[in-house]
């Protein structure tokens, strides 16, 4: 952990003395607690707010993207498999699952994935992912490296909850956790905000911040060592989704691209998921509030839509493209927000308007900075299950429905 003079000079280089305000009145645990902070937060995100003040990223002209269909898949099934075989056999890929989450939506004060969907037995969403992973080990004989992104809040927790389930058989030598890095929040004077005298108000920085997390972690030259070319990202919360899969994989060498994305063809034009297009002539994701109403309903001579591959966020990527982009650095995207924060007078202030920003990387410019990103069609109800809600779309219930559809036992 970092000194106290160590972070006063963080603080310093960004302007944000404040924050060690009642550093000498705090106990000593608080204290401790506010030091870990400040090295766990990436204050570099502060640089952009002297360039820009509103929310927006200006986006570029969009266009359509195909997609390698379920159909054209199945027809070169046995050329994707082997490939990607292959890549795994040779240790050339690893896994990240973003886990990052607690699940609030679901009435659950743990992490997503400890909520347990089981009806006759104990299944929970952690357990789903392992399971799906392991039919890639068993199919390839081969153990392929996982890394697990907590939150600070969650990290514990979660560790401790595979140590207790031994992993649900999946080799531990073969698992890592890391920490995903922490952005604070500023007032619109561009100055961090406090939850209280020892806490700053921060928010996890974004879905596009899992890989500049791994370097933080110091886990980029272990994977480089290991001799991994590719990594294969996903979100905790979709049960279903096929993890390392060798045709995915296979289809994304053989295309020689540098990154894919698995995509589901939407449900309606109007369905609530981001879209695998081209911006400005390269890969992209447009999200569902920044489509038109024509481009939602715009379609081909066979009247099918033109913007219909959804992304699930199961994403492929090449490991030394993705050195470039964060060497690069993704921008970050200002959010305007309503940030509870302690005021001058020590007192805890839940604003009922905006009253400051937080910043954000997403994983929609990490595909932008690709040259290339295959478009891979996945089976939606084969693939994409998520566990967003209570109840609903995307809920509890829907995504027991098509796991028992999918013959998992509930």
Request: proline share 3%; aromatic share 10%; net charge negative.
């Amino acid at each position: 952990m970092i000194t106290y003079n160590e972070a006063k000079k963080i603080l310093f280089n960004y302007g944000q003395e404040h924050i060690l305000r009642y550093f000498d009145e705090l106990s000593e645990e608080n204290k401790a607690a506010l030091l870990r902070q400040i090295e766990l937060t990436d204050f570099s995100v502060l640089d952009d707010f002297r360039f820009r003040n509103d929310a927006a990223i200006q986006r570029g002209t969009f266009a359509p993207l195909g997609a390698v269909t379920v159909y054209d898949i199945e027809k070169n099934k046995n050329k994707y498999l082997e490939e990607g075989i292959k890549a795994i056999k040779s240790g050339k890929t690893a896994a990240v699952m973003l886990a990052g989450g607690q699940g609030t939506r679901l009435g659950f004060d743990n992490p997503k994935g400890m909520f347990n969907l089981g009806e006759t037995r104990d299944l929970f969403i952690f357990e789903c992912q392992i399971n799906n992973f392991l039919d890639v080990v068993k199919l390839t004989g081969t153990w392929i490296p996982l890394y697990i992104m907590t939150s600070e809040k969650n990290n514990s927790k979660t560790i401790s909850f595979f140590e207790e389930k031994k992993y649900f058989g999946y080799d531990s030598s073969y698992v890592k956790f890391f920490i995903q890095d922490m952005a604070p929040s500023v007032d619109f004077s561009g100055k961090i905000l406090m939850e209280n005298k020892f806490e700053m108000a921060v928010s996890p920085n974004g879905n596009g911040g899992w890989f500049s997390s791994i370097v933080r972690a110091g886990l980029l030259d272990e994977i480089k060592e290991r001799g991994i070319e590719w990594i294969n990202v996903f979100s905790v919360d979709n049960v279903l989704q096929r993890i390392a899969d060798p045709l995915f994989i296979g289809a994304v060498i053989s295309s020689d691209m540098q990154s894919g994305s698995k995509v589901v063809r939407k449900a309606a034009p109007d369905e609530r998921v981001g879209v695998l297009c081209l911006e400005d002539g390269r890969p992209s994701i447009v999200e569902y509030y920044e489509m038109t109403d024509e481009m939602r309903t715009l379609t081909d001579e066979n009247g099918e839509l033109l913007y219909k591959f959804g992304v699930i966020l199961n994403y492929l990527f090449n490991i030394d493209k993705l050195t470039e982009i964060v060497n690069n650095a993704l921008p970050n995207h200002i959010v305007e927000k309503k940030i509870p924060y302690m005021d001058e007078n020590g007192c805890f202030i839940t604003p009922e308007r905006p009253n400051g920003y937080k910043f954000e990387t997403l994983v929609l410019d990490m595909v932008h900075m690709q040259d290339s990103c295959l478009s891979y069609e996945v089976v939606r109800n084969n693939e994409f299950a998520p566990v967003k809600n209570a109840k609903g779309t995307d809920s509890i219930e829907s995504a027991k429905i098509l796991l028992k559809k999918n013959g998992v036992e509930l």
